[in-house]
């Protein structure tokens, strides 16, 4: 199928209008509302095109294309139009610098945007660089205004965290509205009011932050106009370079492009080109990287404790005195507490600097809910292979979610749940308290504190009643757990879990009508004494169904699952290879430390409660910026952020990712792979010379089938059933709510806005309550 | 005119759940809730989105769009000042700011104590007698700021006796 755009034969696809088809064959048609990721809206009109043999001026946007079509967009007559009908839009834009006959000039001489209270004209915009109006005008030739210029005289909105908004500057395209509604799911804006009076608000005038508003910044990407801008990366005008990097604060790695000037990073914008992962961006990702990267703060040098203080020296001496430290202590006397932020590639080198040339087996994550699920599967053999992907997530017929809080730790994740029940998908909740996405559910479970063994296990039991399961009647585990389910009366159930009969069997019928569903677990689950009896009893249900894939544990640590397949967790070396040699995992470490049988410790954020290492003695930090561990350190080494560095990250669902350097590290700070490499070479090990993060990745491609490609093994049946737990209710443990970090440090420490909006979702606690809960917290230990 | 029922969430969801948890009927759900409450009271527009699992705003956004809505409690009288074009021709604005002087409020909103709610409305079809004021359902044509002033004292005065 052809249509034809001004004498120029294009192919068209089914269901495309005639702006898709002419952008895919790279034809220009200027337009304002229209935008690549939503829905046709044919407000601006200023796509309109003439077409054979159909009446007027349709909208090239709307206009579905039909095969022989013929388009008429670069001509006299059109343009003329589109002209003036720019000319209508712009009457309510300040737009005296577009019409300006000293524009070239100004332009030339002003590098950037002018920072003023008010913006009336292109020279004080911040979205100068980067304006579709610009673009417009620019193609249409727009060099005159007949009618003057009408400012609207809003006020100001400046009073929320992240963003600034003026809506003088607005010309109700409505992008952002849609993408906050459709694509996010979140409708914290909408038009209100009407004809001259619209505007783009939110219920009764509130602010955002006490509103809907996630922040998520994807109404700022899409603004066409400065009406929408961020508060941290406004003013610095046009980026001396960008790289395609990814954000590194939570397990989802968003793509983004990391924009650097004046040798930092400056600001970080959600990757639009990448198809995958494009609308994911969150809160983190999109407004704090730059604030949490370039804090003053941030460690310089190498530091060695001399008669009691820290005191400043090169790296040759670091190195030499962490070797001859070390030698001093028996392998097994060594431990290593790995960061879940490091790249794929140290993670690679430390297990090779602990296992291979010190000796030591005692390797461990510092994470707890990520180190708790990995090892589980692990050791059932299923860490390895291919996990269930966000592409499953959207594309399920039901997700069921278990005590999480996504909003705040996976913020990107209900964006991909919003879609997949745009597709048709069923969204069923089960938590023991509120979860922020019942809202946008089909279901709702509220089941009491303690009761989800039970809640999962009567589940169990209605799905056995209800499907063949002949096969599974083979395995050894079949009987026991046949038998642990006879016990269980679903009435019981239904009194421990305040879950309705009816509302058992609506979600035992929903998950029973499609093998393509999803179960997500949180951190939450961690407060059971035994929270790996619940991975099992999710297991079960799978198993039940027939599913061999289905299962997301929300894992929040940016890189936990990189660095657990290259080699950092324990009992096991890169690629999930079993370790024939048994060492420490993470609590037997810190148990070990207390007995005397561990004395010296290499630590890569210091996140760790200075409780679980006291009596250590010898401890090497490697962090970014100080913390409460500093002052039982030995030796501390500053580690360059994932902005300063190349290498490989790998997302909850096991995609890798590439890391890009975009800034120089501060001082003398060193990439962490560099580091690990200099205490190797004092220690006198092998296989320390590389050039590059890239030689290492090239090294684990090539001698581990995990890393090779489809180098990973197909997904195992899942066979196994666990045995239930007796019904009741199981007594939790109170933990407080994740917060997102990155190397050990929480963002919004250094982040105020962030604060802010955690504050307000009572997420942590106010900073005029703090004092209370740290000497609460003293008084515990 | 004037007081109607007091907000009742029970009533609501009653209401909402007759009507179907369905957004198309967001419109009739709104007509209903007016029609009870004689405004948009703002509990029942969270009743609302999250019986319909939609966010207020989206609501807010729907309702402002529509004149007829109010998110006010309206006062026990309801003045409405024409400023269609015969009535802004007779200089309809210069009552409207005597309105305005003397309540202390803009129009589509109620004074403190609840007595007086201000409007504003388009033509009442009755352009001969311009400029045109409607004080609870009476029409005052040929209005002038000394009728005006006077029609004010009456109700203010009114309400004096009955508050103490
Ligand atoms: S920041 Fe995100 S949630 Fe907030 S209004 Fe914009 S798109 Fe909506
Ligand atoms: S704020 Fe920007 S995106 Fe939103 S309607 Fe106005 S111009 Fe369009
Ligand atoms: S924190 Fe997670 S969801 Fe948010 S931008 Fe970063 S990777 Fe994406
Ligand atoms: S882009 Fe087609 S109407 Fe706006
Ligand atoms: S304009 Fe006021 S009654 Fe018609």
Same mark, same amino acid.
């Given at each position: 199928?052809?249509?034809?755009?001004?004498?120029?034969?294009?192919?068209?696809?089914?269901?495309?209008?005639?702006?898709?088809?002419?952008?895919?064959?790279?034809?220009?048609?200027?337009?304002?509302?229209?935008?690549?990721?939503?829905?046709?809206?044919?407000?601006?009109?200023?796509?309109?095109?003439?077409?054979?043999?159909?009446?007027?001026?349709? %909208?090239?946007?709307?206009?579905?294309?039909?095969?022989?079509?013929?388009?008429?967009?670069?001509?006299?007559?059109?343009?003329?139009?589109?002209?003036?009908?720019?000319?209508?839009?712009?009457?309510?834009?300040?737009?005296?610098?577009?019409?300006?006959?000293?524009?070239?000039?100004?332009?030339?001489?002003?590098?950037?945007?002018?920072?003023?209270?008010?913006?009336?004209?292109?020279?004080?915009?911040?979205?100068?660089?980067?304006?579709?109006?610009?673009?417009?005008?620019?193609?249409?030739?727009?060099?005159?205004?007949?009618?003057?210029?009408?400012?609207?005289?809003?006020?100001?909105?400046?009073?929320?965290?992240?963003?600034?908004?003026?809506?003088?500057?607005?010309?109700?395209?409505?992008?952002?509205?849609?993408?906050?509604?459709?694509?996010?799911?979140?409708?914290?804006?909408?038009?209100?009011?009407?004809?001259?009076?619209?505007?783009?608000?939110?219920?009764?005038?509130?602010?955002?932050?006490?509103?809907?508003?996630?922040?998520?910044?994807?109404?700022?990407?899409?603004?066409?106009?400065?009406?929408?801008?961020?508060?941290?990366?406004?003013?610095?005008?046009?980026?001396?370079?960008?790289?395609?990097?990814?954000?590194?604060?939570?397990?989802?790695?968003?793509?983004?492009?990391?924009?650097?000037?004046?040798?930092?990073?400056?600001?970080?914008?959600?990757?639009?080109?990448?198809?995958?992962?494009?609308?994911?961006?969150?809160?983190?990702?999109?407004?704090?990287?730059?604030?949490?990267?370039?804090?003053?703060?941030?460690?310089?040098?190498?530091?060695?404790?001399?008669?009691?203080?820290?005191?400043?020296?090169?790296?040759?001496?670091?190195?030499?005195?962490?070797?001859?430290?070390?030698?001093?202590?028996?392998?097994?006397?060594?431990?290593?507490?790995?960061?879940?932020?490091?790249?794929?590639?140290?993670?690679?080198?430390?297990?090779?600097?602990?296992?291979?040339?010190?000796?030591?087996?005692?390797?461990?994550?510092?994470?707890?809910?990520?180190?708790?699920?990995?090892?589980?599967?692990?050791?059932?053999?299923?860490?390895?292979?291919?996990?269930?992907?966000?592409?499953?997530?959207?594309?399920?017929?039901?997700?069921?979610?278990?005590?999480?809080?996504?909003?705040?730790?996976?913020?990107?994740?209900?964006?991909?749940?919003?879609?997949?029940?745009?597709?048709?998908?069923?969204?069923?909740?089960?938590?023991?308290?509120?979860?922020?996405?019942?809202?946008?559910?089909?279901?709702?479970?509220?089941?009491?504190?303690?009761?989800?063994?039970?809640?999962?296990?009567?589940?169990?039991?209605?799905?056995?009643?209800?499907?063949?399961?002949?096969?599974?009647?083979?395995?050894?585990?079949?009987?026991?757990?046949?038998?642990?389910?006879?016990?269980?009366?679903?009435?019981?159930?239904?009194?421990?879990?305040?879950?309705?009969?009816?509302?058992?069997?609506?979600?035992?019928?929903?998950?029973?009508?499609?093998?393509?569903?999803?179960?997500?677990?949180?951190?939450?689950?961690?407060?059971?004494?035994?929270?790996?009896?619940?991975?099992?009893?999710?297991?079960?249900?799978?198993?039940?169904?027939?599913?061999?894939?289905?299962?997301?544990?929300?894992?929040?640590?940016?890189?936990?699952?990189?660095?657990?397949?290259?080699?950092?967790?324990?009992?096991?070396?890169?690629?999930?290879?079993?370790?024939?040699?048994?060492?420490?995992?993470?609590?037997?470490?810190?148990?070990?430390?207390?007995?005397?049988?561990?004395?010296?410790?290499?630590?890569?954020?210091?996140?760790?409660?200075?409780?679980?290492?006291?009596?250590?003695?010898?401890?090497?930090?490697?962090?970014?910026? %100080?913390?409460?561990?500093?002052?039982?350190?030995?030796?501390?080494?500053?580690?360059?952020?994932?902005?300063?560095?190349?290498?490989?990250?790998?997302?909850?669902?096991?995609?890798?990712?590439?890391?890009?350097?975009?800034?120089?590290?501060?001082?003398?700070?060193?990439?962490?792979?560099?580091?690990?490499?200099?205490?190797?070479?004092?220690?006198?090990?092998?296989?320390?010379?590389?050039?590059?993060?890239?030689?290492?990745?090239?090294?684990?491609?090539?001698?581990?089938?995990?890393?090779?490609?489809?180098?990973?093994?197909?997904?195992?049946?899942?066979?196994?059933?666990?045995?239930?737990?007796?019904?009741?209710?199981?007594?939790?443990?109170?933990?407080?709510?994740?917060?997102?970090?990155?190397?050990?440090?929480?963002?919004?420490?250094?982040?105020?806005?962030?604060?802010?909006?955690?504050?307000?979702?009572?997420?942590? %606690?106010?900073?005029?309550?703090?004092?209370?809960?740290?000497?609460?917290?003293?008084?515990?230990? | 005119?004037?007081?109607?029922?007091?907000?009742?969430?029970?009533?609501?969801?009653?209401?909402?759940?007759?009507?179907?948890?369905?957004?198309?009927?967001?419109?009739?759900?709104?007509?209903?809730?007016?029609?009870?409450?004689?405004?948009?009271?703002?509990?029942?527009?969270?009743?609302?989105?999250?019986?319909?699992?939609?966010?207020?705003?989206?609501?807010?956004?729907?309702?402002?769009?529509?004149?007829?809505?109010?998110?006010?409690?309206?006062?026990?009288?309801?003045?409405?000042?024409?400023?269609?074009?015969?009535?802004?021709?007779?200089?309809?604005?210069?009552?409207?700011?005597?309105?305005?002087?003397?309540?202390?409020?803009?129009?589509?909103?109620?004074?403190?104590?609840?007595?007086?709610?201000?409007?504003?409305?388009?033509?009442?079809?009755?352009?001969?007698?311009?400029?045109?004021?409607?004080?609870?359902?009476?029409?005052?044509?040929?209005?002038?700021?000394?009728?005006?002033?006077?029609?004010?004292?009456?109700?203010?005065?009114?309400?004096?006796?009955?508050?103490?």
């Amino acid at each position: 199928m052809k249509i034809t755009i001004d004498g120029v034969e294009i192919p068209i696809k089914e269901g495309q209008t005639i702006l898709e088809a002419a952008r895919d064959s790279d034809i220009y048609i200027p337009t304002l509302c229209a935008h690549k990721e939503l829905p046709a809206f044919g407000a601006c009109r200023l796509c309109v095109v003439k077409v054979d043999k159909m009446r007027g001026f349709p %909208p090239a946007c709307s206009t579905p294309a039909t095969d022989g079509m013929i388009v008429h967009s670069d001509e006299k007559e059109v343009r003329k139009l589109r002209r003036n009908i720019l000319r209508l839009i712009l009457i309510e834009h300040p737009h005296s610098c577009i019409v300006c006959s000293e524009r070239a000039d100004c332009e030339s001489i002003r590098g950037g945007p002018v920072k003023a209270g008010r913006i009336t004209g292109c020279s004080m915009c911040p979205n100068r660089e980067t304006c579709e109006i610009r673009e417009v005008s620019h193609y249409l030739g727009i060099s005159d205004m007949e009618i003057p210029m009408e400012y609207k005289g809003l006020p100001l909105e400046r009073y929320d965290p992240f963003f600034d908004r003026d809506y003088n500057l607005c010309i109700l395209c409505g992008r952002c509205v849609r993408m906050c509604q459709q694509i996010r799911g979140v409708g914290a804006i909408a038009f209100t009011k009407r004809s001259h009076n619209t505007k783009v608000g939110t219920i009764f005038g509130r602010t955002h932050l006490e509103g809907a508003c996630r922040f998520c910044g994807a109404c700022i990407d899409a603004c066409p106009t400065g009406a929408l801008s961020p508060k941290g990366s406004k003013w610095h005008g046009k980026a001396d370079s960008s790289v395609e990097s990814i954000c590194t604060f939570c397990s989802m790695n968003c793509a983004m492009v990391l924009e650097e000037k004046w040798g930092r990073v400056m600001a970080a914008i959600p990757d639009r080109n990448k198809e995958y992962s494009r609308a994911y961006a969150c809160v983190y990702g999109r407004f704090c990287i730059p604030a949490f990267l370039n804090d003053p703060n941030r460690l310089h040098y190498p530091l060695i404790r001399k008669g009691g203080r820290l005191s400043p020296v090169s790296w040759e001496e670091a190195f030499r005195y962490i070797g001859d430290s070390l030698k001093r202590f028996a392998p097994e006397e060594i431990g290593f507490l790995v960061s879940p932020y490091l790249t794929n590639e140290s993670a690679y080198l430390l297990n090779k600097l602990s296992r291979d040339v010190i000796g030591s087996h005692n390797i461990d994550m510092i994470s707890k809910f990520g180190r708790m699920v990995i090892q589980y599967l692990a050791e059932k053999g299923r860490a390895s292979s291919s996990w269930t992907t966000l592409e499953d997530v959207e594309k399920a017929d039901w997700i069921m979610l278990i005590n999480n809080d996504m909003v705040f730790t996976h913020p990107g994740m209900p964006v991909a749940i919003h879609k997949a029940r745009e597709n048709g998908a069923r969204i069923m909740i089960v938590d023991d308290s509120k979860n922020e996405l019942e809202v946008e559910s089909d279901m709702q479970v509220r089941i009491e504190p303690g009761s989800l063994r039970t809640f999962l296990a009567a589940l169990t039991k209605l799905l056995m009643n209800n499907i063949k399961v002949t096969e599974l009647e083979e395995l050894d585990s079949f009987i026991d757990f046949r038998r642990s389910l006879d016990g269980l009366k679903l009435i019981d159930a239904v009194r421990s879990t305040g879950v309705l009969e009816k509302q058992f069997s609506a979600i035992e019928g929903t998950m029973r009508t499609s093998k393509k569903g999803v179960i997500m677990v949180g951190s939450r689950i961690m407060e059971d004494p035994v929270p790996t009896q619940i991975l099992g009893e999710i297991n079960n249900v799978l198993t039940i169904l027939g599913m061999d894939r289905g299962f997301i544990p929300l894992l929040e640590e940016g890189n936990i699952r990189g660095i657990a397949d290259s080699g950092c967790i324990n009992g096991f070396r890169p690629g999930y290879v079993r370790d024939r040699t048994s060492g420490k995992d993470y609590l037997r470490m810190i148990t070990g430390i207390r007995r005397g049988d561990v004395q010296a410790l290499f630590i890569s954020e210091g996140s760790i409660p200075p409780e679980h290492i006291r009596g250590a003695k010898f401890i090497v930090l490697s962090e970014i910026y %100080p913390t409460d561990l500093d002052s039982m350190a030995d030796v501390i080494l500053p580690s360059a952020v994932f902005s300063e560095e190349s290498g490989h990250y790998t997302s909850f669902d096991g995609r890798v990712w590439n890391l890009r350097k975009a800034a120089e590290p501060p001082g003398s700070a060193l990439p962490e792979w560099k580091i690990i490499s200099g205490i190797g070479k004092n220690l006198g090990g092998d296989g320390f010379e590389y050039g590059s993060s890239e030689d290492i990745w090239k090294e684990m491609e090539e001698n581990i089938d995990f890393f090779k490609k489809d180098g990973r093994p197909p997904v195992p049946e899942r066979k196994e059933l666990l045995s239930v737990s007796e019904p009741g209710s199981i007594h939790l443990s109170e933990q407080m709510p994740y917060v997102v970090r990155y190397r050990g440090t929480p963002i919004h420490e250094l982040v105020e806005d962030l604060r802010t909006y955690l504050e307000e979702n009572d997420r942590i %606690p106010r900073e005029e309550d703090e004092s209370a809960v740290e000497e609460a917290q003293r008084e515990v230990v | 005119m004037g007081m109607k029922t007091e907000y009742n969430d029970e009533w609501m969801q009653r209401m909402i759940e007759g009507h179907g948890h369905d957004i198309k009927n967001l419109i009739p759900i709104l007509q209903a809730t007016q029609e009870e409450y004689g405004y948009l009271p703002s509990a029942a527009i969270s009743t609302t989105a999250e019986e319909l699992q939609i966010s207020e705003d989206v609501i807010f956004g729907v309702a402002t769009f529509y004149t007829h809505f109010k998110f006010t409690k309206p006062g026990r009288h309801i003045i409405r000042t024409c400023m269609g074009t015969a009535c802004f021709v007779k200089e309809a604005d210069n009552l409207l700011e005597l309105l305005r002087d003397r309540l202390g409020i803009e129009p589509g909103q109620t004074t403190s104590d609840g007595m007086i709610s201000l409007e504003r409305v388009a033509c009442l079809g009755c352009c001969a007698l311009a400029p045109t004021i409607v004080i609870d359902d009476e029409v005052y044509g040929k209005m002038t700021s000394n009728m005006l002033t006077k029609l004010l004292d009456e109700i203010i005065d009114e309400k004096g006796p009955k508050e103490q």
